[in-house]
Structure formats: C-alpha cells, structure tokens
C-alpha cells in the first residue's frame, strides 16, 4: 500500500485557492496523493503584496508541521514585491529562465536555515513561481475563452500569436493575462468566471499549453513514485 503523500501549497490568494481546491485536488487524489492550499498570512490581512519574507515564513511553518509530507508556493512574479535575485533576472527572459532564477534563489534562502537539513528541503520543497499569474492558463484553450469573454476567437488568437505560449503573456499593467480579460469583460470576476472557466477548460489541456505549470503537477505526481 502506498503511502499518502500530503503537500501543502502556499498561495497568493483566494483564486489560486479555490482552483487548487476545485480542479487541481481531484485530480491528485486519484493518484493518492492530498493538496492543501493555504492562502499567504499575514497578521490583520490574507493574500496579496507578496514579499519573499512572508512566504518563507509559512513554507518554513509547513516543513516544520507534522501534516505535510512536502511544501510548495504558487505565486506569480507579476507584481512580485521583492525575492532573492530578482533584480539579476535579465531584459526579456523567457518564463522558464524567470521560474527557475527565482525558485533556486528561493530554495538556497531556505538551505541556509539553521534546521535545514533535518527539514530535508532539497525532498521536501517544491516551489512553483507562475510567471503571469493564473489567469494565463485560460489561454490555454481559446474558443473557450472567447466564448466566456463574449470576443471572438481570432481576438484571444492574435494575444498568443503576439506573445506565444499562455506563460509568455506579457506584464504590464494594461496587458497582463486579467487585465486583457478585464477589457474584455468589464465585470469580469477571478474567483468566479476565472474558475469556471479553468473547470470547462481541464487540466490536460492547461499541461498541454503551459510547460511551467505542467512542470510542476508532473513533480508532485512523481511524489508517489518515490514513496
């Protein structure tokens, strides 16, 4: 028998909450293994202005907890307040060369921990920076997100053609994956449409389309392999 495998995620906000919750959970529990997302801390406030300091506090409070078997993030460096290297990320980097700059930073902070190797972080974090938030997964099916945005097809089209992959959408404030859905639908919602649309969407399609996102479902998948 198999040993169950629990990971706790840390997360940005209620979106990547519930998403992890509705349409990433279900489909781990198949495969025996438990996602526990929990929503970034903050005295007096949950989510939102993430600084490095504060993510590394509750992944270090998981690792040292008795529940998970492994800590994660998914956060996004959009709007990233301040993280390890930050500033070396070159002009124009793709997403993969931003993710794995920003996760070894932060995986090198977490080493230093006087704890660490009794922690077994090297096994036990597996850090997921979302380059261009959550709602770039959307893009990852256009004629559904054209058909929810009320736009057509070619419109969600000539955004991929422009940037390529969903993961490559660019981040400025008036470009960004929510602010193009925004200008599409003004009263366009994260924690509603956003989700319902990932549910009609699907995960394999998602993996298909998003390398980064794939990436990191494939190594929590492999946890059980390991077991």
Known sequence: MSKQVIVKVVVEGQTEEKFIKEIVAPFLKTRSIVIKPTVLTKKGQNGGDVKFERVKRDVLSHLKGKEATHVSYFVDYYGLKEWPNKESIPANSPPQQIADILNQAATAELEKERD????????????????????????SNSQILADEMGVST???????????????????????????????????SKTTDGIAIAHKIGLDTMREKCPLFNEWLSAIEALQEEE
């Not at 940037?163 to 660019?170: D, K, M, R, V």
């Open 116 to 139: 660490s190797d009794k922690l077994n972080i090297k096994q036990r974090f597996l850090p997921y920076m979302a380059v261009h938030e959550f709602e770039a997964l959307l893009f």
């Open 154 to 188: 070619t419109t969600v089209e000539h955004v991929l053609e422009e940037c390529g992959n969903p993961e490559q959408i660019n981040n400025s404030p008036n470009t960004a994956p929510s602010k193009r859905l925004e200008q599409w639908k003004p009263d366009y």
